[in-house]
């Protein structure tokens, strides 16, 4: 049974889009690589791949942010994005280190130069639609903190109703950071956000805003895939031998 990440009280056009997309919500939790975070044995190497990748991530994330602020009609808005922006730069690194105590690293050593092709992929898409409209571009940013804070708001209500396992596993402070309420507040922030913006346009609009928070959606998941594959740049097997031999 797939649970959807609005309670079925919930209206307006974020709520719409978790309703309509909870299989891909499903397909984030359930992934091989966070059941491994929950089950508190994922291998170290899959935990640095991610590590690396995310960090370069977060990075682009904050430049759409700056996209953003660039889009703001007043400085409320423009508030929002600066805030936001610290927030990703002061605070998000807590949940790297616990990953890096996981891995037994420092912060920098964990760090890489360059993007493996998924996380490439989901950067480009994200930068894409910042050159559409401020509805675009935020709905393209949403899944992002959505996955996760929803995520591990699931796990550690989950894990309570059992005593409270959670508290022996390795990557307890990644879960907790993510099940905040500061965090779950910035999520419920940024939909509103997104709904009034929903409200004030039109129905084209509206689907390029779906379409690009579907994708992020797919994005999310495949992130997670890149992590658990160790994906990098090198060519699959039957293309090198073929290479060999025309060469």
Known sequence: MVTSPVADTETGFTAELGQRHADLFAAFYEHP???????????????????????????????CYGLGLALSPNREWMRYFHDNIAFILEEEAHPHHVLCDYVGTSYEEAQVDQLAPSARAYIDHMMQAGRDTLGVLLASLLPCPWTYTWAADRFLRDAGQDGDPSKNNPFHGWWAFYADPQCLAITTKLRGMIDDLADDTGWAERERMERAFFLSCHHEIRFWQMAWSLEDWTPPESHRTQNTIVS
């Open 33 to 63: 690589f966070l059941a491994g975070m929950r089950e508190g044995n994922l291998s170290k190497e899959r935990v640095l791949h991610y590590l690396g990748q995310d960090h370069q991530y977060l990075s682009a994330y904050i430049r």
